[in-house]
């Protein structure tokens, strides 16, 4: 005697119909979903809503430890790589799915609503008012932050390297100095004088110095470009 084969969307069925009315199924998941397209609504509300500094509700037997960062550790990574720390309403960028995801995860982890969400990515992903690797947080209240989600590429590994001399003044002058002896040493021996001499070397050093810091001032003034250490929290593009 054949045994008869089994039919595992019957099977299915069985499991689905003990654990729910099968009567009211449909109804159940349209429930569901709703709640959950209305979850997600809020959600990108309040992302694009202006809410001053807030403290979230978390429950912190569920915060994950290395995902917690002190304002202070934020500022300092956005000075070294030119980043900026601004709302979330500021980010023109597409917010992945994931993220939102990750938000909903965390708002029943927690059975609190979210708010006051904060993004560290580079300058061109925000909408910046005129005076490759976004992070999202919330604020805990007392300087600290937590890390919801990232997304998109990882920074290029000489960003810091290349950001280092828009740290501050002294950086920068440092960059000038640099360039304008790479250019003194690209001049041809004998071009502005017959003798290559100590002399001659530093009088044409100066005029690549000269010239050099009058393209990064004029660059720097007529952009609007500002130090790391002025731009890592403004939300002004010329600040």
């Given at each position: 005697m054949l045994l008869p084969r089994t039919n595992i969307q019957k099977q299915l069925s069985k499991?689905?119909?003990?654990?729910?009315?099968?009567?009211?199924w449909r109804t159940q998941v349209q429930q569901v979903l709703l709640e959950d397209t209305q979850h997600e609504e809020r959600i990108l509300e309040n992302l694009d809503a202006n809410v001053p500094e807030i403290q979230?509700?978390?429950?912190f037997d569920q915060l994950?430890?290395?995902?917690?960062?002190h304002i202070d550790q934020i500022k300092k990574i956005c000075i070294d790589y030119r980043l900026r720390f601004l709302d979330s309403k500021y980010f023109k960028g597409k917010l992945p799915n994931s993220a939102v995801s990750a938000i909903k995860e965390l708002e029943k982890k927690h059975d609190t609503e979210l708010k006051g969400f904060k993004i560290i990515a580079p300058s061109k992903l925000f909408k910046l008012e005129n005076a490759d690797d976004p992070l999202l947080f919330a604020p805990m209240g007392n300087g600290y932050f937590y890390?919801?989600?990232?997304?998109?590429?990882?920074?290029h590994p000489f960003r810091k390297v290349m950001m280092w001399f828009f740290k501050s003044f002294e950086n920068l002058l440092i960059l000038t100095f640099l360039v304008s002896v790479l250019l003194t040493l690209m001049v041809p021996n004998?071009?502005?004088?017959?003798?290559?001499d100590t002399s001659t070397?530093?009088?044409?050093?100066f005029f690549m110095f000269k010239s050099v810091a009058a393209v990064v001032?004029?660059?720097g003034f007529a952009l609007g470009k500002?130090?790391?250490?002025?731009?890592?929290?403004?939300?002004y593009f010329n600040a």
């Open positions: 499991v689905r119909d003990k654990a729910f009315d099968p009567d009211s979230n509700d978390f429950d994950v430890t290395h995902r917690i960062y890390l919801i989600h990232k997304w998109g590429n990882d920074l004998g071009l502005f004088s017959k003798t290559s070397f530093i009088m044409i050093f001032l004029f660059y500002n130090f790391n250490t002025a731009i890592w929290n403004s939300k």
